[in-house]
């Protein structure tokens, strides 16, 4: 079945540590997005990446980090810069850069800092 | 500043009646309008959407109308089931790019039987 993967699905981390989210699809999408949500907030983009080995910041991208190196993988990193990473992380995909239509997502990761 | 409100948090409906959830736009560039749905814990799930072009558009028990001198759109679901009880969110998008796609806080529906 085709689709999008993250995980882990759930993940703790302490206050000063490096975290990194998985997010692998089989759906030969070109445009990869995360996306955060939190209690009472739509979703905020912060990274996507178009194309293999290219990515753009979002309206939320500090303190976090991502590559692209295969088609298929979106790696999300949650640095210990980034102030409040406690949330909900959604990995999403979309068939061509531009003049996308629907994003199809993941499951997402429930992060918590302890 | 939300380019993107959905100012009813939540919504509660009975079993065969209509569910009508509502959304507004500020900014006059959005051309492209979809809905989604989340159950707890999961992803969300694409919906139906609408184009500017039109006023309307009709998925089954699904019914997106824009209004778009008003900035407002709205999702009817006819009948209501319970199944349908999640939260609804609303996102609009300039020419279409998924980068550019704004999300609304959505709306939870509860469909009571």
């Known amino acids: 079945d085709g689709g999008i993967t993250q995980s882990p699905k759930y993940l703790f981390r302490k206050e000063g540590q490096n975290v990194t989210l998985s997010c692998e699809q089989n759906?030969?999408?070109?445009?990869m997005y995360w996306y955060r949500q939190d209690p009472g907030q739509g979703l905020r983009l912060i990274y996507y990446?178009?194309?293999?080995?290219?990515?753009q910041k979002g309206d939320i991208a500090e303190g976090y980090s991502v590559s692209r190196e295969k088609k298929e993988s979106f790696p999300l990193t949650v640095t210990s810069a980034q102030k409040n990473p406690t949330a909900f992380y959604l990995c999403?995909?979309?068939?061509?850069?531009?003049?996308?239509?629907?994003?199809?997502f993941g499951e997402g990761s429930r992060l918590t800092v302890l | 500043d939300q380019q993107v409100k959905q100012n009813s948090p939540s919504l509660s409906v009975q079993e065969g009646r209509i569910s009508i959830l509502n959304c507004d736009y500020t900014?006059?560039?959005?051309?492209?309008f979809l809905w989604y749905k989340k159950y707890p814990a999961e992803g969300p799930t694409f919906l139906i959407s609408?184009?500017?072009?039109?006023d309307k558009n009709e998925d089954g028990r699904f019914t997106v109308f824009l209004n778009k001198s008003a900035k407002h759109l709205s999702l009817h679901i006819v009948p209501s089931q319970p199944g349908d009880s999640a939260v609804y969110f609303c996102a609009a998008s300039v020419n279409n790019y998924g980068q550019n796609f704004v999300f609304g806080p959505g709306t939870r529906l509860s469909v009571l039987p």
């Open positions: 999403a995909s979309s068939s061509r850069p531009g003049n996308t239509g629907e994003l199809f």
């Open positions: 759906l030969n999408h070109d445009a």
């Open positions: 609408i184009s500017s072009i039109k």
């Open positions: 990446s178009q194309i293999v080995n290219d990515f």
């Open positions: 900014n006059s560039m959005f051309d492209y």
